[in-house]
């Protein structure tokens, strides 16, 4: 069973930066691909970003294209999400997501085998 622990979130204005982290911990697992969703109130969980956690492909919604990098450590098992220009419609809360199977399509949040618990992020006008 694998465990996604999220953190880094918090209250910034508009224009700041925030970096997220997820630690993925448990026994005997492996990851084909690391995703951050974002759930504002009243609103769906939508993609984020995602990283497969071999080679070099990242993906990104387009709101968010440009301003947010993901990256991660393989040694460490972690994921970043660094966020820049951040604006009030980044108001979320944010989850990271593993793929354990190999069988996601990436920004398809029901093809997500394990789930943080999320972070909030504020961001004010």
């Known amino acids: 069973q694998v465990q996604l622990v999220e953190s880094g979130g918090g209250l910034v204005q508009t224009g700041g930066s925030l970096r997220l982290s997820c630690a993925a911990s448990g026994r005997s697992f492996s990851i084909y691909i690391m995703g951050w969703f974002r759930q504002a109130p009243g609103k769906e969980r939508e993609f984020v970003a995602a990283?497969?956690?071999?080679?070099?492909?990242?993906y990104y919604a387009d709101s968010v294209k440009g301003r947010f990098t993901i990256s991660r450590d393989n040694t460490k098992k972690i994921v970043y999400l660094q966020m820049n220009s951040l604006k009030p419609e980044d108001t979320a809360v944010y989850y990271c997501?593993?793929?354990?199977?190999?069988?996601?399509?990436?920004?398809?949040?029901?093809?997500?085998?394990?789930w943080g618990q999320g972070t909030q992020v504020t961001v004010s006008s």
């Open positions: 990283i497969r956690w071999s080679g070099i492909n990242t």
């Open positions: 997501a593993a793929d354990l199977d190999g069988t996601s399509r990436v920004t398809y949040k029901y093809d997500y085998d394990a």
